[in-house]
C-alpha cells in the first residue's frame, strides 16, 4: 500500500500543521532550552523551573536532568488542577469484564479517592522516596494507588497483574519495597485471577529474600475468599472510612522519582527503570496531546494495561495531566466475543483508540463481519504500538475498522524512553503502512553499523538517539553503572535502543525489531534470558536456549531447546511439565510456544551458543545456516534441524 495523504478533514481537525511540525521539530533540537522551557509550562509548577536541559551522555558520566530546580506534584497535575473547570467532568470511564458493568469517575471522586488512599498510606507509615509495589487488576483503585504515590512523593513499582508469585517477589525485594497494594481477585475474560492469593505467596518469597512486607493493602473486586494476615492486610473499603479526604500533594523536586517499572533486558534480572516527575510528565502529557490530536472533551482509550509503561504514560498519567476523560478497560478484546473492542467504543462513543497490533490481529482473523455490525462513527484517530505492525494490518485497521476516516499513527517507544518518540502527528504527516513515520519533537534519532559507524541517507541498521529527551529514563533503580552498561556503552555517546530500523529516501523510519536477546511476544518485553533461567531451575532440565521465531498473531512466538539431565527421556508429558513450569516461574505471557528436546547445542569451541543457527532453526529456514564450521560439534546441527518444531 502506497502513501496515504493527510485529508483535509484531518487538517482541518489538527493541532499542528506540517510546517509547524517542521519549525517546532527544528527548533527543539537547536534550541532545546527555549523550545522545553516554553513547553514545561503546560504544567503548573509550585516553584517555577530556571534551568532547563542538563544532561551528559559522556562516557563514565551519564547524568540526566530536565527542570532541575523547579518543583511540583504530579497528582496535583493530573487531578487538582483540574478541578476548578472541569471537577464534574469524568476523569476515568471505566468499563468492567462483563459488559454490563461500566462506571465513571469525576475528576472531584478521583480526588477524593486519590486523597483518601494517600491518607491511608501515610497513616501506615510511607514517607518520601519509599516504593509501593502495585499489583492490580485493571480497575480505578490501580490509577488511585500509582496517584496516591505520587501526591506523596512514594515511589510506585507496578507490577503486571499476569506475573507469577515469583516474578512479584522479585520486584518486591529489588525494590526494597515494604507496602503492597493488591485486590482480592481480578477478572478476565469471565475468569478469576487469584492476586491476593499470588500476593501472599510472593511477600513469602520476598521475606526469604530478606524484605518484608509490612503492609498490603487489598481492595474488594470479586469479594471472593482471601486468606488473611491480621496487622499486615488492610482492606481498603474499610480503611478509606477512617481517614480524611483531604492530602496535601507534596512538594516535589522535578528530578525526584516517580516511579520504578521492571522491564526485561538481554542480560540477567528484570531492570527497575527509573523515571522522575518533571520530565516525564512534561513528555508525556505532551505526546499524548500532539500524537493523538487530544482536544478538549475526547474520549481517549489505550487498551494497555497498567502494569507496562504504556498504561502509566497514555492510560494515567499523559491523558490525566491533560484533563481528559480516560477509558479503562478491565477485560480482554474476545470476551464475550471478537466484537467487544468495537463495541465499547460505540458505547462510551471513543474518539481515540491506542492498541498493540498483536489485538488487531488476532481480531482481523474473528472476520470484517465482527467490526462492521458496529458504529464506530465516534473515532477520529487510531493508534498502535508495541511491536511492528505488518503493512497489511496496518490497512485492516485503517480500511476496515477506521472506515479510511481516522488516520492511523504507529508510535515506536519503550519502557526506558517514557513517552513516544517516533510518530507520524495526525494531521500533519502522511503515512507510510508499516512505518513509525518521524520523530517526535526533540527525538534525534541516528542509524549506527554493528562497530558503530554512523550510516547516512537511505540505510539500515541500529538505532541510537544522539541526545536525551525529558521523558528519558533517569538510571536503573540502585544500579546507575548497570543503566551506563546496558544503554550507553555498545556505542559511546548515543542511547542505543536495542532495536532494528531502517531510514528510507523520505527519512521515514521503519522499526525492524530487537537486535539483542529480546523478544516481542504480543506486544510483551521478555528476556530470552529470563525464560532459559526459569527451564534451567527445573530439575531435570541440565541446559536450554531460547529464541523467538515468527508467530501469526504473537508476532513472536517462544521457541525452547532443551538439553535433558543424564538418564531423563524426553516426553510429550515432559514438556507440558515444562511448559507448566515456566508459566509458574514467570507468568502466563512467558508460556513457550515450542519445546524442541536436543541432545546437544551448537556452541563455539570456547563455549559460546550459536544463536543464529538456532534462529535459523526455529524459523525453518535452515537451508541458511551459514558456516557451522566454527562449532565444537557440527553433527548437533543435522539432529537439530531433523527434530524441529516448526514447519511452515
Ligand atoms: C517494540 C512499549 C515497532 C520495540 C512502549 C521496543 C515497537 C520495544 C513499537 C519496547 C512500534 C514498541 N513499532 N516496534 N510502534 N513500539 N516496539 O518497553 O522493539 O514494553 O524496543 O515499551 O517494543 O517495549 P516496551
Redesign the pocket.
Known sequence: MSTIHVKDEWKARAKLTEDQYQDWYRRSVEDPDGFWGEHGKRLDWIKPYERVKNTSFAPGNIDLRWFEDGTLNVAANCIDRHLETRGDQTAILWEGDDPADSKAITYRQLHEEVSRMANVLKDRGVQKGDRVTIYMPMVPEAAYAMLACARIGAIHSVVFGGFSPDALGGRIEGAQSDVLITSDEGLRGGRKVPLKKNADRACEIAEKAGQTVKTMLVIQRTGGEVAWQDGRDVWWHEAREAVSADCPPAEMQAEDPLFILY?SGSTGKPKGVLHTSGGYLVYASMTHEYVFDYHDGDVYWCTADVG???GHSYIVYGPLANGATTLMFEGVPNYPDASRFWQVIDKHKVNIFYTAPTAIRSLMGAGDAMVTKTSRASLKVLG??????NPEVWSWYYRVVGDERSPVV???????TGGILITPLPGATDLKPGS?TRPFFGVQPQLVDNVGTVLDGANDGNLCITDSWPGQMRTVYGDHERFEQTYFSTYPNKYF???GARRDADGYWW?T??VDD?I?VS???MGTAEVESALVSHAKVSEAAVVGYPHDIKGQGIYCYVTLMEGEEPSEALQKELVAHVRNEIGPIASPDKIQFAPGLPKTRSGKIMRRILRKIAEDDFGALGDTSTLADPGVVDDLVEHRQNRK
Not at 384 to 389: D, K, L, N, S
Not at 410 to 416: F, R
Open positions: 522491564t507496562w509503561v504504556t498502535t504500538v508495541g511491536e511492528p505492525i504507529d508510535t515506536w517507544w519503550q519502557t526506558e513509525a535502543t536495542g532495536d522499526i525489531g530487537r529480546v516481542n506486544g510483551h518485553r
